[in-house]
């Protein structure tokens, strides 16, 4: 043996970075897709390989719909799909949808149920056995995972020439593992997640390997993330959770509505309405940080806010003597009841109930149908669920996935620029291109073995 040859690192066809949703589905759909292209014998068999950062693969599927993996939504259309170019997640939506995953699950023995609003849950409520399925089909198919393997560094080799000939179609890739080691492949799939939850293995690593071959960057920004609030507000009323209607508004306008369960906390607000809202705080925020925002309350939804004045006008003149501070009482949550009344008539709460002015009155229904706080940020990527950004869409194909500007290159999941609403959808979308550029990336290893 040569020296050369002695240093040649490890090659294989397929390199998948990102044991995630995303990635667990590219390397399934790639080996399942060579197998049904009826490959040449010859041609023998494809060697796939997942690199894998943490000590196991899935770990953030362990974490979703509170450990039970709201798996997808019987909504998941691309008007559920955010980005700078929301149009990209048509592609991979279209080839797999949702009938096409659930079909995919239920190959694998995982039976499902939809709840909701459209969320769909397998029916045994384990995310664990998502995970268990999914490996068990990468065993059989003979899929190597490598775990505790960071990928530091990616970079396309240019084919060896024999005189004027190219021994090879096309460059092929070489990565570098954070211990050291260099491993070369055919083509590489990046499924390495976006920047939200970190401490469940995605830190933005992702984007640090794809924009040295230039791929450009949509600024990544948390969402799907709680609120923080001005001034403490919330402090007395943390722990209370009340169905709400909520409207987000900058300066005067308008920007997001949405309504469901609303919790109060020390910080500000959470809460599924909460989080949906989320996405557009951070990127108005980015993009405006003159004008206020502020979200409004709406704490009697199907009341009117006359109806409201006309209930506490009554139990005024039923109870002259009684406290402020129970005036509110069984309208809303007692604590909720005391801030509404400090906060809108800066009065001490054992004032008694008679001296209020009907011009008082009205103000306490105002401030219940539009109780109002002023929006200062989000909570960090260390609390979001999804990132907001990502690689560039422009750079892929949105039909395979596949990088513009490096052939052999292929990306997937929550590393692009698409994010989904809350309820099963960025599960999907994961799903979805892991299952696209899985077939993809067989389709160009057949193309170059031929
Ligand atoms: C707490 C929580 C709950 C959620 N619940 C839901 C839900 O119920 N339904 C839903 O639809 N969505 C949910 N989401 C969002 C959803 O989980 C993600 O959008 C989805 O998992 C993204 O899949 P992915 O494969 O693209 O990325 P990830 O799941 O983040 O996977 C990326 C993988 O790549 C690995 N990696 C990163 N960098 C490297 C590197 N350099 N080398 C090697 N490996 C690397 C990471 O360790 C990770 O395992 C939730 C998210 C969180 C945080």
Redesign the pocket.
Known sequence: MTETTARRPRRVDLIV???????LLAAISAARTWQEQAAPPQSGSLNILI????DKIG???L???NGR??LTNALAVPAAYHGDDPRFCRGALHRYDVSATLDFFLDLGLVCREEEDGRIYPVCQQAAAVVDLLTHEIERLHISIQTQ???TSLAPVEPVFLGSQPLEKAPHWRLGLADGQILDATCVIL???GQ??PN????G??YRLAQPLGHRLVEPLPALVQLTTAGRKTVSMSGIRVECGLTLVLGNQEIGRESGEVLFTDYGLSGIPVLQLSRTVSVSLQENSVEPLRIWLDLLPEWTEAAIEARIAHRISQNPALHLSDLLTGLVHRKIGGFIVRETLHANLDQPVRTLSPRQVKSLARTIKQLELTVTGTRDFSQA??TAGGLDCRDFLPDCLESRLKPGLFAA???LDIDGDCG?????W?WSSGLLAGASAARLLTRLRS
Do not use: H, Y
């Open positions: 970075v990102g044991g995630g949703a995303a990635g690199l894998e950062k943490n770990r953030k599927i974490a979703t719909g993996c709201n393997q960071t990928v499924a390495t997640g939200a939850s469940l293995g995605s830190d690593s992702g669920q999804v999941g929550e590393l099963g959808f960025n599960l999907q994961a």
